[in-house]
């Protein structure tokens, strides 16, 4: 008898970062599940991109732009989900920015602030928005894209793996304190995954082979590879699973490979 654990019909999705990499796969996955899906990301043409594909799978996606490092973008989105749907059942944050490829002692200002302004306050302030409805509402699910960068910042990579890192406690802190109104926040940790964000590491043939030699299963990921843990993480399969933090990267970490 077939499951139904991961059913998400009638279930309202906002994902950000939506337009392409994983969280276009995400979003293309939970709406496969049922969830209405409200594709997200700084660029209206991506978004409407992603959703009419949904929409033309037979699904149902609508796009709503946003840059999460910008706090009126926030309001509106949130003011736009109060007034068009009156509750948001999960939270991808996804969206995430890392404009600075190099030695952490060259970090300027300008890439610091932009870097903490999207991928810590964006995050916060999304979750804050989000969880209000949620609590509202009796429940629902958050997830953090985080990174493997979280645990061993990434060679060049300084600001956005200091920054991954505090998404990680980030989740924490949310999960232990909205248990009580019944919302489950975790976070996925990706490895090296091919998408457009990642283009630098792929690009630099060395660095590409020297982390290939250190993976396990010696190779890299695709975005689709990372939307299955989110279904399972805002789905009833982990109804009992809060503040986790849930590596997916070919068995880096575990198998000591940083």
Same mark, same amino acid.
């Given at each position: 008898?077939?499951?139904?654990?991961?059913?998400?019909?009638?279930?309202?999705?906002?994902?950000?970062?939506?337009?392409?990499?994983?969280?276009?796969?995400?979003?293309?996955l939970l709406a496969e599940q049922g969830?209405?899906?409200?594709?997200?990301?700084?660029?209206?043409?991506?978004?409407?991109?992603?959703?009419?594909?949904?929409?033309?799978?037979?699904?149902?996606?609508?796009?709503?732009?946003?840059?999460?490092?910008?706090?009126?973008?926030?309001?509106?989105?949130?003011?736009?989900?109060?007034?068009?749907?009156?509750?948001?059942?999960?939270?991808?944050?996804?969206?995430?920015?890392?404009?600075?490829?190099?030695?952490?002692?060259?970090?300027?200002?300008?890439?610091?602030?932009?870097?903490?302004?999207?991928?810590?306050?964006?995050?916060?302030?999304?979750?804050?928005?989000?969880?209000?409805?949620?609590? $509202?509402?009796?429940?629902? !699910?958050?997830?953090?894209?985080?990174? &493997? =960068? /979280? #645990?061993? +910042? *990434?060679?060049?990579?300084?600001?956005?793996?200091?920054?991954?890192?505090?998404?990680?406690?980030?989740?924490? $802190?949310?999960?232990?304190? !909205?248990?009580?109104?019944?919302?489950? &926040? =975790? /976070? #996925?940790? +990706? *490895?090296?995954?091919?998408?457009?964000?990642?283009?630098?590491?792929?690009?630099h043939e060395e660095i590409y082979k020297?982390?290939?030699?250190?993976?396990?299963?010696?190779?890299?990921?695709?975005?689709?590879?990372?939307? *299955?843990?989110?279904?399972?993480?805002?789905?009833?399969?982990s109804s009992y699973t809060t503040g986790?933090?849930?590596?997916?990267?070919?068995?880096?970490?575990?198998?000591?490979?940083?």
């Open positions: 008898m077939a499951t139904n654990l991961f059913d998400l019909r009638g279930k309202i999705a906002l994902v950000t970062g939506a337009s392409r990499g994983i969280g276009e796969a995400v979003a293309k969830a209405h899906v409200l594709v997200s990301s700084r660029k209206i043409e991506g978004c409407r991109a992603v959703a009419e594909a949904i929409v033309d799978a037979g699904g149902s996606a609508e796009a709503v732009p946003c840059h999460i490092g910008n706090m009126d973008d926030i309001a509106a989105l949130f003011d736009g989900i109060r007034q068009q749907h009156g509750r948001l059942d999960i939270l991808v944050n996804n969206a995430a920015t890392n404009p600075y490829f190099g030695h952490i002692l060259d970090t300027d200002l300008g890439a610091f602030q932009k870097t903490v302004d999207v991928n810590i306050r964006g995050y916060f302030f999304m979750s804050v928005e989000a969880g209000k409805l949620m609590r $509202a509402q009796g429940g629902g !699910c958050i997830v953090n894209t985080a990174s &493997v =960068n /979280a #645990l061993q +910042p *990434g060679v060049g990579q300084g600001i956005y793996s200091i920054t991954k890192a505090a998404v990680v406690n980030m989740t924490k $802190a949310f999960a232990k304190e !909205c248990a009580q109104f019944n919302i489950r &926040v =975790n /976070a #996925l940790l +990706p *490895g090296l995954t091919r998408t457009k964000f990642a283009g630098a590491l792929f690009t020297t982390a290939i030699e250190h993976i396990p299963m010696h190779r890299h990921a695709e975005p689709e590879e990372m939307a *299955g843990t989110v279904l399972y993480l805002v789905s009833d399969a986790e933090c849930v590596v997916v990267d070919g068995g880096l970490v575990c198998c000591g490979g940083v």
